[in-house]
């Protein structure tokens, strides 16, 4: 067996043909399951990883080039999809909402960490670090479930972009020495911290104004394969600026793309890399699996026990907060919490940033990456326990508004959704966080079964 094993790690083609089969092999074993992909391509990285049975090529790592660029690639697409105009910057109540959620949720952790030993400034740094969530794997499980428009969906997509917006700023802070009594290295930093306050905006307006105007030109010229050169080096550009400037080209290719999703050509832009962006998620989440060192279990294993219990616990209890101070309708406020509950992407981009700048060890760093990817894993089975009957039961109980709803009306059925299609989904939805009963009329004989 250990001949073969070996075989296959001197063969490129046969490591490929061999990590397709385990990608198969799991992806139909979450489907019998009802599991999420993400968990699937997750093992599937773990098992071919260089800390199993090491059949990935040795480019394909998170610290490679090539595993940077596909980072890049992939946070240009999360950045894509997260289509601002969903949020008007008028409503003050989605933004301070997602700015609740930033500030609460560092705000606890951060006293998590203090509480262990860390001094002040690691111990804020670190808490703003584990506030973010995973955009990655939260709108890859809502397109699962279907469930992108409904308003769990909608709030927990807000929030998702307000904290991408604040792990741009979270860089300069990442790139802050340990101590601030040296001279020398804070001057660097604040270099640093400069070239990030010119660079994010300077490429955000020209992602959102200038390369549109562009792109329609050149798509003008019915040359589809010339488009995709274009957002191709888009892509690349928007890295290396992202590499030079603040030492991280998935930012700036995740800035470029998320300006880019509210322009005219998004839709256009969207469309034509929508076949790619499924091998993207699969490629990341595999380099993810593959970069965690389960050994560290060896040693941190109480360390990452204990994290794994209080941080999502934390992380829960201060998005709740902030949807209740907003007046979110409790049941829809839980499930948004659970939601974003995990560690995510920007989380381990930011860790390997303060990994580089020298105040965060390699054995914490990964200690974050176990953390990541054991709770990104762990969402699915999470959203799915905030769906069930027995707890959509008890949150109804503490929910007035399905009690006056209740009071008023003792009809069996108290609203018919004709077509359940993504508006009728989406009226469902609320109708039943309203607590209102209701009966569903469509053409489909599979969504009537269901």
């Known amino acids: 067996m250990s001949d073969f094993i070996k075989m296959i790690q001197t063969d490129s083609i046969l490591s490929i043909v061999a990590i397709i089969v385990f990608s198969i092999a799991l992806l139909y074993t979450s489907k019998v399951f ?32 090539l595993g940077e660029l ?3 690639f992939l946070l240009f697409v999360i950045g894509l999809e997260l289509d601002s105009s969903i949020i008007s910057w008028k409503d003050r109540h989605r933004i301070t909402m997602g700015v609740y959620q930033v500030l609460l949720g560092g705000f606890f952790l951060s006293l998590f960490f203090l509480f262990y030993q860390y001094n002040f400034l690691n111990s804020l740094r670190l808490g703003l670090l584990c506030a973010m969530s995973s955009t990655a794997v939260v709108l ?39 101590e601030l009594n040296d001279s020398k290295k804070l001057l660097a930093a604040g270099y640093d911290v400069l070239k990030i306050i010119i660079f994010v905006p300077a490429l955000y307006l020209s992602a959102r104004y200038v390369l549109p105007k ?13 488009f995709m050169f274009m957002l191709l080096i888009v892509v690349l550009g928007a890295s290396s600026l992202g590499q030079y400037l603040c030492d991280s080209p998935g930012m700036g290719a995740f800035i470029a793309g998320f300006a880019l999703a509210s322009s005219p050509m998004a839709f256009q832009i969207r469309a034509d890399i929508d076949p790619f962006k499924q091998v993207l998620l699969s490629v990341f989440f595999m380099m993810i699996g593959a970069s965690f060192n389960i050994f560290i279990f060896q040693t941190h294993w109480h360390v990452i026990l204990l994290y794994l219990l209080f941080i999502p616990l934390i992380k829960v209890i201060s998005t709740m907060m902030a949807m209740l101070f907003t007046k979110n ?20 981009l930011l860790a390997l940033i303060a ?12 200690t974050i990456f176990a953390l ?23 949150l109804d109980k503490f929910s007035k508004r399905a009690d006056i709803l209740h009071d008023r009306c003792d009809l069996p059925i108290q609203a018919v959704v004709i077509g359940y299609g993504i508006a009728g989904q989406k009226c469902a939805e609320v109708l039943e966080q309203m607590g209102v009963r209701y009966s569903v009329i469509d053409q489909n004989a599979k969504t009537i079964d269901t």
């Not at 769990?152 to 792990?167: K, P, R, S």
């Not at 300069?172 to 020495?177: F, N, S, T």
């Not at 990541?372 to 008890?394: E, Q, R």
Request: charged share 15%; glycine share 4%.
């Open 34 to 65: 009802r599991q999420s992909s993400v968990i699937s391509f997750l093992f599937a990285g773990l098992l071919v990883g260089p800390y199993a049975l090491n059949l990935l090529p040795q480019g394909l790592t998170t610290s490679s080039q």
């Open 70 to 72: 596909a980072i890049s």
């Open 140 to 178: 890859k499980i809502l397109e699962e479930r279907k469930d992108n428009h409904s308003p769990y969906a909608i709030n927990a997509t807000t929030i998702l972009i307000v904290q991408d917006l604040f792990a741009v700023l979270l860089m300069a802070i990442m790139a802050l020495p340990a």
């Open 214 to 226: 562009i792109l329609r030109k050149i798509n003008k010229k019915t040359q589809p394969e010339l």
């Open 329 to 348: 309708e409790i049941v829809s406020s839980f499930r948004t919490s659970i939601a974003l509950s995990q560690i995510g992407e920007f989380s381990l």
């Open 355 to 366: 990994n580089k700048c020298g105040w965060l060890d390699e054995n914490f760093t990964q």
């Open 372 to 394: 990541a990817i054991i709770s990104m894993g762990l969402t699915p089975i999470f959203i799915n326990f905030a769906h069930s009957k027995i707890v959509h039961k008890i």
